[in-house]
């Protein structure tokens, strides 16, 4: 299953920026997780920025196992 990206358009939209060094700052500065592409540019995923539904992470416990 491949991971649905924003298109450029959108990142432009999205940060306010046409530049790259614009958008990945301004990815940076709103803590949106991103990747830098080969060619510079940020790739931004849908779920990043819509909020993917996750799992909450279970704690794991402690349990002995020393023989009683």
Known sequence: MSALFLTHAEVC???GA???A????NLK???IR??????????VTA???LGG????????TWT?????
């Not at 614009?22 to 700052?25: L, R």
């Not at 991103?34 to 790739?43: L, Q, R």
């Not at 002995?64 to 009683?68: F, L």
């Open 13 to 15: 939209e999205l940060t």
């Open 18 to 20: 046409k530049n790259k």
């Open 22 to 25: 614009g958008q990945i700052a």
């Open 29 to 31: 500065k709103n803590g």
């Open 34 to 43: 991103h990747t830098i592409k080969a060619n510079g540019w940020p790739a």
């Open 47 to 49: 779920s990043a920025v």
């Open 53 to 60: 539904v996750q799992a909450p992470e279970e704690k794991p």
């Open 64 to 68: 002995p196992r020393k023989a009683g």
